[in-house]
């Protein structure tokens, strides 16, 4: 046997014997401490799982198993969460993780109200694995909200970044996730668009920018106003309703009712009958009907779609065509594309062709915002997802759209808001 293989055998049995020695070691350590843990003593086990866990060998999957049931026993101790959770981040991270660690630190997660990283840790899980219970899991957590602690005695639908709020009789301005903006001190206040909104104070109208200093003083007498977009704001003047800027500059062309303006259009009645109207003075849906469908805030149009009252029915249009879609009400569609509608007493959902693609099952219902709608069962508001599936159990007075992950809803305390922890755009 030559010189060459002769040292070759000799390292291959020094490796051998030396990672036999450490798997030895190992298991003993193992032993000890599961000893040890069989009479409550955690705290000595720890460090003995600790060494074993450290070494590169058979056991060591084994030992961090058990290391992880001690932390877990000794989790009121300074360190061993940090020291849990680090343990799960390593075993997470190697190739070929399970999907029960992806699992085991979610559940860990969500143990302790750090809903965020429980569907952090579910997301990674999903994207290594693909596995189907994590999926599920995800799926049942991704609607958990937190709900904040200010409350108003009114809260408006949510518009661009901000809200109008009403607190001791008169409104002021919310940020969309509640917290307060421009402070309740006006008679009467509009949506907030780009760096105003419109406001009443003493009878005098004008406009405040997002630090409730004055930017624009209507000179005319307004005795009302709508809601500001696309840089147009309805305003009651003497001889009936105006188009008027940002700027109060009033347009020419009155109306006896004016909505507030979405995507270059709003709803607008004249000579007792109602339309839609754009932003010169052509007429998408001429003026033959009893009402134009509009939400809260006077918005009517989306997605090329209005809903138009005739004769106690209402008729679906797209880019200014009827459809042919009957319904006995409905709200405006928003730009995710499911609407709300209701036939013989119960509330389902359409697409913009007017298939219906959710059940007529609730008592009451909002049009889809953000993957989700408001809906009411029985007495309580809750929210469906679109699949249909109740995602936020019915508990609130009332219920209001989501927007950028929040919603207004009434609970018992007044309007509060409520923000997803998972909010995808």
Same mark, same amino acid.
């Given at each position: 046997?030559g010189?060459?293989?002769l =040292?070759?055998?000799? *390292?291959?049995?020094v490796?051998?014997?030396?990672?036999?020695?450490?798997a030895e070691?190992?298991?003993?350590?193992i032993?000890?401490a599961t000893a040890?843990m069989? #009479?409550g003593?955690?705290?000595? =086990?720890e460090?003995m799982?600790? /060494? =074993?866990?450290g070494?590169? !060998?058979?056991?060591?999957?084994? !030992?961090?198993?058990?290391?992880?049931h *001690?932390y877990?026993?000794?989790?009121?101790?300074?360190?061993?969460?940090?020291?849990y959770?680090e343990?799960?981040?390593?075993?997470?991270e190697?190739?070929?993780?399970?999907?029960?660690?992806f #699992?085991?630190a979610?559940n860990y997660?969500?143990?302790i109200?750090?809903i965020p990283?429980?569907?952090a *840790?579910?997301r990674?899980g999903?994207?290594?694995?693909?596995d189907?219970a994590?999926i599920?899991?995800y799926e049942?957590?991704?609607?958990a909200?937190?709900?904040?602690?200010t409350a108003y @005695?009114?809260v408006?639908?949510?518009?661009g &970044?901000c *809200? &109008?709020?009403?607190?001791d009789g008169?409104?002021?301005?919310?940020r969309?996730d509640g917290?307060?903006?421009i402070d309740c001190e006006y008679?009467?206040?509009s949506?907030f668009?780009v760096?105003?909104a419109?406001?009443m104070?003493?009878?005098e109208?004008y406009a405040i920018d997002?630090?409730?200093?004055r930017v624009a003083k209507?000179?005319d007498?307004?005795?009302?106003?709508?809601n500001?977009a696309? +840089?147009r704001i309805?305003i009651?003047?003497?001889d009936?309703?105006h188009r008027?800027t940002?700027?109060?500059?009033?347009?020419?062309?009155?109306f006896?009712?004016?909505g507030m303006y979405?995507?270059?259009?709003a709803a =607008? $009645?004249?000579?007792g009958?109602w339309?839609v109207?754009?932003?010169?003075? $052509?007429?998408?849906i001429?003026?033959e009907y009893d009402g134009?469908?509009q939400? /809260?805030?006077?918005?009517?149009?989306a %997605?090329?779609?209005?809903?138009?009252?005739?004769?106690?029915?209402?008729y679906?249009f797209v880019?200014g065509k009827q459809t042919?879609s009957?319904?006995d009400?409905? %709200?405006?569609f928003? #730009?995710e594309?499911?609407?709300?509608?209701k036939r013989?007493?119960k509330?389902?959902?359409? +697409?913009?062709?007017?298939? &219906?693609?959710i059940?007529?099952?609730?008592? @009451?219902?909002?049009s889809?915002?953000?993957?989700?709608a408001?809906v009411?069962?029985?007495e309580?508001?809750?929210y469906?997802s679109?699949s249909g %599936?109740?995602?936020i /159990?019915?508990?609130?007075?009332?219920a209001?759209?989501?927007?950028t992950g929040t919603?207004p809803?009434?609970t018992?305390?007044g309007? &509060?808001?409520?923000?997803?922890?998972?909010?995808?755009?």
């Open positions: 046997m010189i060459g293989c =040292a070759l055998l000799i *390292v291959s049995w490796i051998a014997i030396c990672s036999k020695s450490t070691k190992q298991l003993d350590l032993q000890r040890l069989a #009479d003593v955690y705290i000595l =086990a460090p799982l600790e /060494e =074993a866990a070494y590169s !060998a058979t056991h060591t999957l084994a !030992a961090e198993e058990e290391l992880k *001690v877990l026993k000794l989790i009121n101790n300074r360190g061993s969460s940090r020291k959770t343990l799960l981040k390593k075993q997470m190697r190739r070929g993780a399970r999907p029960d660690v #699992d085991e979610a997660y969500l143990s109200s750090r990283d429980a569907l *840790v579910l990674e999903i994207e290594k694995t693909g189907e994590l599920a899991q049942n957590n991704r609607y909200y937190k709900t904040s602690r @005695d009114y408006a639908a949510i518009s &970044q *809200v &109008q709020v009403k607190s008169l409104w002021g301005l919310a969309a917290t307060a903006l008679e009467k206040i949506t668009l760096d105003r419109v406001v104070k003493n009878g109208v997002s630090n409730n200093n209507l000179h007498s307004a005795s009302d106003f709508g500001l696309d +840089d309805p009651l003047l003497s009936g309703w008027a940002g700027y109060f500059e009033i347009g020419t062309n009155t006896q009712q004016l979405s995507g270059g259009y =607008a $009645k004249t000579g009958k339309g109207v754009d932003l010169s003075t $052509k007429w998408l001429p003026v134009i469908i939400d /809260e805030l006077g918005r009517c149009y %997605r090329g779609a209005v809903f138009a009252r005739l004769g106690g029915m209402v679906l880019e042919g009957i319904y009400d409905a %709200r405006p928003s #730009d594309g499911f609407a709300a509608v013989n007493g509330w389902g959902f359409i +697409d913009i062709t007017g298939t &219906q693609v059940d007529f099952l609730y008592d @009451d219902a909002l889809f915002g953000q993957h989700l408001a009411k069962i029985g309580l508001w809750g469906i679109l %599936r109740v995602v /159990e019915p508990i609130f007075l009332e209001k759209s989501f927007y919603a809803v009434l018992e305390r309007w &509060q808001f409520i923000t997803l922890y998972e909010y995808a755009g």
